[in-house]
C-alpha cells in the first residue's frame, strides 16, 4: 500500500513474521485504529482473538473498531461510588481507558452485553476459520459403521402377481428362485442351497428392476439397489470399500434382496478392463458374492443382477455359486401389454379405446416403449384441445397413430443378441434367446 507510513509498513512486516505475538499485533491494530483504518484493525483484533480467545485488550479494541458501545467490567475488588456529576468527555478513549490509579465505577444502567456471533458474521469475511473441517468428519469418519447410510427400502407392497402377464417368467422365477425358499423343510430334505444369485438380462425397458422388486416384495424382505455411481469413487481403495459397506448393511437387514443394476458396468470382463480400479471392484465383488469377507456367510441376503448385455459380464460372475441362475426377460407378451397399457391410461381423459387393436399393434414394445405411445397419444390431444379451445379425449386412433409413429425399442438389441447366440453360446447359457428367436422367426 503505497500511502501507508514507514511505520505501519515496519509493524505489517513484524506481524507477519510473529503472527502468534498477541501484543505485538494488537499494538499495530491501535495503530491502525489511529489512522482510520477500521476494517483492517477489526481484522487484526479479530486474528488476535484467534490466538488469546479470552484477551480483554483484544476484545475491547474489537469493540472500539466497530463503533459499538463499550462494555464495562468492573474490577474484581473494586468500591462501588456513585456515578460521576461531572460531564464526561465524549472520546471513545477517555470512556473506555480509566486512568491507572482510578477506582473502576459501576454503570448506573446494566452495561449492554456484547453481541459476539454479530460481530463473527461481520468479520467472517476477513478472517478464515481457525480450523479446517474434515470433509469425512462431517459425512461420516469413513469406517465400516458408515455402511448403514446406504438407503435399503422397506419391503413392498408389489408381488409378482402385480406383473402382468409374462407367466413363462414367473413360472421360471418360482421353480428356481422362491419355492426353495419358501419351503425351508424341503430345502433342507433335497439339500438345496440358497447359495448364489439370480441373473436377469434383456432387452432395455423392459420391467427387470420391476420384477426384482416384486421378488422382494415374495420374500417380504428389504431391497437395497446398488449401481455404478454408488460404487465408484475417486480414492483409491475407497470403491472396494463401498462394495463391502453394502454386503454388510445387507447382512444386517437381512433378509434383504440386494439388487445390481446394470452389472455390465459393474461387473465387466476384467480382460478388457485396462484400469486396475475396476478389476479391483470386479475382485471385491466376487469376494462379496463368496461372503468370505464377512465369516458368516450370506445368509438371508438374496442378490439378483439385471443387465442388457450379458456377455459383457466376467464370467467369474456367473459360476456356481454366483450368479449361476439366468433367466431372460423377453418384451412384455399380450397379456402384460393390456396391463400396462392400463396403467398409463388410467388417469388420462379416454374415449372408447380398443385395447385389443393397441395390443396387436404394439408386438414387441417394451414397457417403455407402450408408456411413450400413452404419452405421444396425450400429446396430440392436448393440442387439438388447445387450438380449437375445447377439450378432445383421447381415441384409439390417437393411440394406434402413436404406435405406427415409434419404432420398438428392442429390435436393436435383438440384432446383437443374434450373433451372440448363434456364435457364442457356451454351456447352453443363452438357449432361451435362441428358441425366442426361433419362434419369432429371427434366425
Request: with cysteine; hydrophobic share 45%.
Amino acid at each position: 500500500m503505497a500511502d501507508e507510513s514507514p511505520l505501519i509498513r515496519s509493524l505489517r512486516a513484524a506481524v507477519a513474521a510473529a503472527p502468534g505475538d498477541v501484543p505485538l499485533r494488537l499494538h499495530f491494530a491501535e495503530l491502525l485504529l489511529a489512522e482510520g483504518r477500521n476494517d483492517e484493525a477489526v481484522a487484526e483484533a479479530a486474528v488476535a482473538l484467534q490466538h488469546a480467545p479470552g484477551d480483554a485488550g483484544a476484545r475491547a479494541l474489537m469493540v472500539r473498531a466497530m463503533g459499538l458501545p463499550a462494555v464495562e467490567t468492573p474490577a474484581p475488588n473494586a468500591v462501588e461510588t456513585p456515578a460521576p456529576t461531572a460531564v464526561e468527555d465524549p472520546s471513545p478513549a477517555v470512556a473506555e481507558t480509566p486512568a491507572p490509579d482510578e477506582p473502576a465505577q459501576a454503570a448506573s444502567t446494566p452495561a449492554p452485553s456484547f453481541d459476539w456471533d454479530a460481530a463473527e458474521q461481520q468479520v467472517q469475511d476477513l478472517v478464515g476459520p481457525r480450523f479446517l473441517e474434515d470433509p469425512q468428519a462431517a459425512d461420516g469418519d469413513g469406517t465400516a459403521g458408515d455402511a448403514d447410510a446406504w438407503d435399503v427400502d422397506a419391503p413392498g407392497s408389489v408381488r409378482l402377481g402385480d406383473v402382468g402377464g409374462m407367466e413363462e417368467v414367473k413360472d421360471r422365477l418360482e421353480a428356481a428362485f422362491l419355492a426353495p425358499m419358501r419351503n425351508p423343510e424341503l430345502r433342507r430334505l433335497y439339500g438345496k442351497s440358497l447359495r448364489g444369485g439370480l441373473l436377469l438380462y434383456g432387452p432395455p425397458g423392459c420391467g427387470k428392476t420391476f420384477i426384482a422388486r416384486a421378488v422382494a416384495g415374495e420374500l417380504g424382505a428389504s431391497f437395497l439397489t446398488v449401481s455404478l455411481s454408488d460404487v465408484l469413487d475417486m480414492w483409491i481403495g475407497a470403491s472396494e470399500k463401498n462394495i463391502h459397506d453394502i454386503f454388510e448393511t445387507a447382512r444386517r437387514q437381512a433378509p434383504c434382496v440386494v439388487f445390481l443394476d446394470e452389472l455390465d458396468a459393474l461387473g465387466a470382463k476384467r480382460s478388457r478392463t485396462h484400469h486396475s480400479g475396476l478389476r479391483n471392484v470386479v475382485n471385491q465383488l466376487l469376494t462379496e458374492l463368496d461372503g468370505i469377507a464377512s465369516g458368516a456367510g450370506n445368509e438371508g441376503v438374496f442378490v439378483l443382477a439385471a443387465t442388457n448385455v450379458p456377455w459383457d459380464v466376467d464370467i467369474a460372475l456367473r459360476r456356481p455359486g454366483r450368479l449361476d441362475r439366468t433367466l431372460l426377460v423377453l418384451p412384455p407378451d399380450a397379456a402384460a401389454r393390456e396391463a400396462i397399457l392400463r396403467y398409463h391410461l388410467r388417469e388420462r381423459p379416454i374415449e372408447a379405446v380398443d385395447l385389443g387393436k393397441l395390443v396387436k399393434a404394439t408386438e414387441d414394445f417394451s414397457g417403455a416403449d407402450l408408456a411413450h405411445v400413452c404419452e405421444t397419444a396425450a400429446e396430440a390431444a392436448l393440442l387439438d384441445s388447445a387450438r380449437s379451445g375445447s377439450v378432445r379425449l383421447i381415441t384409439t386412433k390417437d393411440l394406434l397413430g402413436a404406435a405406427k409413429q415409434i419404432k420398438p425399442s428392442t429390435e436393436p438389441w435383438f440384432a446383437a443378441a443374434r450373433n451372440v447366440a448363434m456364435f457364442a453360446n457356451e454351456g447352453g447359457l443363452y438357449d432361451d434367446l435362441l428358441a425366442h428367436l426361433k419362434r419369432k422367426r429371427k434366425l
